[in-house]
Every structure is written in C-alpha cells, then in structure tokens.
C-alpha cells in the first residue's frame, strides 16, 4: 500500500506552524517593509537588490493600519528582525487589492473542505 | 473494517502540534482523534482502491458532458465561465490535479460515493504525514493506505517544467490554522520537487488592470489557490480572471464541474446502478435520502430524510443554486461515531485515505482518526 521507509521534510509547515501558534490569524501577520537610512518607506525592490542604502523594517504584529506607505516614515517596528519569525511584504499602492477574499471573511471559516 | 478503541499517546497534543497540526482541538474536541483508530484488512483497502478509480474514471465522463450539454446553470456556473472551463478541460494546464472522494463503505458492501471535493480538499496534511508517523509509533507493523506525500512531490515534479520560476500559494488566515498549514504543506512537496514557492493571503492578491500581483507587485504567474474556485469567480476580481494576462490557476477552472454536487444526478444519469454509486437526482427521490446544496461546503445545509421525515439537518447560507437529493446511505454505526472515508486522488490516481467521524452528517467538526491495514 506504501514505502515502508519515508522521510518528510518539512521546513515550511515548521515555520508557518510556529508562527501561527505565536501569533494566530486574530492579529495581522508580520509584516516587513523596505527603508532608506532615514526610515523612509520604499519599493521593496530595493531590498532585494545589491548594495548597503536600504534594509528592511519588521512589524512583528503586523502593524496594524500603522505600515507606513510608500515615502512615508517608518515607526511602531523594529529594523530588528525577530529570529524565528516569517514575515511577509506589507500592501503597496498603486495596486487594488481585496477583491478576492471577500465570501471566505465572512464565513469566518476557511477555504477548504 | 473495525473501530478499535486505544489509548492516546500521553502527549500527543504536543507531538502532533509539533508536526505542525495546530488545529488538532476544536471546540474544546479533539479533532485528531487517536483514542480509536480504523483498522482494515488489504482486501478492503484494495476495494476502495479499485472504487476510487473507478469513480475517478466516471467523473472524466461526466465532466465532458457538463460541457457537452452545456449544463452551466444547473451546476450554478456563470456564464462567463463556460468557455474558460471548456479551455482548461482541453488543454489541461498543469496542475495537481488531487482530490478527496467521500465514500460510505462498512467493509460488507461497495464503497459509495458522496461526494467528490478536487477543488479545495483539506483533511490532507494529517492524512499524508500526521497518521503515518502515528502508525510508525503506534502500529509499527501495520501497514496503512498512504501514499500522498509521494505522489504530490512526483506531480509537482512532473508539471515544473510548465511553471514558472515562482509560484504563489494563497489562502484565508482561517481562524484555526488549518489553511495556513495545509497550505505551508503542500508548498513542502513543491520545495522537495525543486518548485520555489511563496506565500500570499488571498485578500491581499492585486490587480493593476491587467495583471494579478503579489504583495512586492510581481505578477503572479502560477497560483495554487484553497480558495474555492465559486467564491473567486463571484467576488469583485473575478470578471478579471477572463481578462488578466494568464495565470496558471491550480487547481484549475474545469474543478468547478466536479467538485459540485449536481455531478452526482448526472453521474447516475450516465452510469445507472453503478455499484460505487448511489441514486441521485434534481427532483426528490422515493425512499430514504439526503438533500443538498449543489454548490454547498462542509456539511451545511444538508438534510437527511427518512422514513418521510427530516432526522437531521444542519444550517448555512447554501442553497441558492438548488438541491440534490441523494439516496441515504447509512454510515457504519460505532457507538454514534459514523466514519465517511476520504479516498485520495493525486494526478487522478488512488494515492491513500483519510477516515473522519461525526453523526448522520459530517461537518466540520468532525473528528479525524487514524488508520491501519492488519490483516
């Protein structure tokens, strides 16, 4: 019915697991964004490429509607990245966003069955 | 097929959350459950087995029928649907293509079909890893119908390829953890078939008027949704599924035909008296049956209906699309404990199962409960 000897490795349900139990999905999830050297929000391109000008911010409960947008200052965070924590990209503008996700919030259960 | 009560591991809380299964209670319940197991001989294994693709052969028949006859209002699919559905049935874009079968089967006669849920099927990472590793502690010389884990990193291997180079995963931030970590799982399999992955909640996927982006405004070329595909095609970015610069969607558009309970009138319609099926129709049937949504989740809105009345039935927003009525098959009765078995499929193909337990109707708090092949 099955190989007898199976190995599972699974480094992502680890870390999304201990981040679910330490954060929950009641709270927003950690957040990063991308700063210059005055803690000025940019695009978090600039984080991504070579070079020392620009680093990321870390909100660790998400920050709430405190994210600072783009050009905007960064505060309420850390530039401290908590070890052991996944943190996701936070919203941008230019883009519209929530048009999915909508029937699923109020059922208030989840997507699959 | 037997329920045998066993005492739990004394920390399995702990042992099980720290695999990753963080919704292991619910409503103050166990919801893995390790107090009971199932344990089956091989010949019943091989029974479902054989059910689970023959049934899977059945809905590939019925699938090209819906299209066929054109059959998008009775199973409640807008019609803008239609063509995008009728590509992807053509054209097979890769995908997982998985799913779960719910079967009602007792061991003394052919597994019946409930239900086929290959949209967004759950109960999955404690089918592939959660039992296993429990029967490897517990049952160590029991062998157990369990491939999964396998057959997802060899689909996503397969379909790499046709991917490109990142691809999103999205999901709710459900309350219980389930998404998150069914999600994580499978994005796991992807990493072990050398698939780079990312992680989007489903609100926050964008839209720049041509194009679905991620939350660094990259396109999402190749998104892995446990969203359901009714829910995407009816919210406000939905319309902007036909017209966006393509995205590979897995799974894809042509779910919405089988994982919708009005496949099961037009199962029997095509393969009446089939052993593995039940009788089913649009209109009441004679007899003992089950009403239910054809566009329904999770056990709500279901009725059973017995001996002319209503015995039990659960409540939800379902419903706006019709009913189905389905002949009542009686679950195995283990003190009040009655076990649907969910038969997996990975690339259509039987690839092990899961056993969960409720009433006269399954929903979502039913119980899951491992299982092992002895004899």
């Known amino acids: 019915m099955t190989s007898k000897t199976r190995a599972f490795v699974l ?48 909100y660790p409960s998400g920050g709430g509607g405190g994210v600072a947008g783009i050009g905007g200052r960064a505060y309420g965070g850390s530039a401290v990245r908590t070890a052991g924590t996944t943190f996701y990209a936070a919203p941008s503008e230019g883009v519209s966003r929530g048009g999915f996700g909508s029937i699923g919030g109020h059922g208030g259960g989840g997507g699959g069955e | ?102 079967l009602a089967y007792d061991g003394s006669g052919p597994p019946k079909l409930l239900e086929f849920n290959c949209d967004t099927p759950t109960a999955l990472f404690e089918a592939a890893v959660v039992q296993w590793l429990w029967k490897e502690e517990v049952k160590p010389k029991a062998d157990q119908f369990n491939s999964l884990h396998e057959k997802l990193i060899a689909k996503w291997a397969d379909i790499r390829p046709y991917l490109p180079p990142l691809v999103h995963f999205t999901h709710m931030a459900d309350p219980a953890g389930e998404d998150v970590v069914t999600v994580a799982y499978l994005r796991d399999t992807a990493r072990e078939a050398g698939v780079q992955s990312e992680g989007i909640l489903i609100q926050d996927i964008g839209w720049d008027g041509r194009r679905f982006l991620d939350l660094q405004n990259r396109p999402i070329g190749a998104l892995f949704h446990l969203y359901p595909w009714e829910w995407l095609v009816r919210e406000d970015f939905g319309r902007n599924i036909a017209a966006a610069e393509p995205t590979l969607w897995i799974e894809p558009i042509w779910k919405m035909m089988l994982s919708n309970k009005a496949v099961l009138p037009l199962l029997w319609e095509l393969f009446p008296g089939h052993p593995n099926l039940l009788p089913a129709s649009f209109e009441p049937l004679r007899g003992d049956q089950v009403k239910k949504p054809v566009l329904g989740r999770e056990g709500a809105n279901i009725s059973v209906i017995r001996g002319g009345r209503t015995v039990a039935e659960t409540r939800g927003d379902y419903g706006e699309e019709g009913f189905v009525y389905q002949a009542y098959a009686p679950l195995p009765d283990f003190g009040g404990s009655r076990p649907v078995i969910g038969s997996w499929v990975v690339d259509g193909e039987p690839a092990g199962m899961g056993l969960r337990e409720d009433g006269l109707i399954t929903g979502n708090l039913a119980r899951f409960v491992p299982h092992a092949i002895e004899g």
Do not use: K
């Open chain 1, 11 to 58: 480094p992502i349900v680890s870390a999304v697991s201990t981040a679910f139990l330490a954060w929950g999905c009641g709270r927003d999830y950690p957040r990063q964004i991308c700063v210059d050297a005055a803690s000025t929000r940019v695009d978090d391109l600039n984080c991504t490429r070579p070079g020392g000008r620009y680093h990321w911010y870390y």
């Open chain 2, 1 to 102: 097929m037997q329920r045998r009560a066993i005492t739990p591991r004394r920390d399995w809380q702990a042992r099980v959350e720290g695999l990753g299964l963080v919704w292991h209670t619910a409503g103050g319940q166990p919801y893995w459950n390790e107090a009971a197991y199932y344990s089956f001989t091989l010949r019943e294994v091989q029974e479902i087995e054989a059910a689970t693709t023959a049934l899977y052969a059945m809905m590939l028949q019925a699938g090209q029928a819906v299209i066929d006859r054109g059959l998008w209002a009775r199973f409640g699919i807008p019609d803008w649907c239609a063509p995008l559905i009728a590509a992807a049935w053509e054209v097979e874009p890769a995908c997982l293509n998985h799913g779960r079968f719910d």
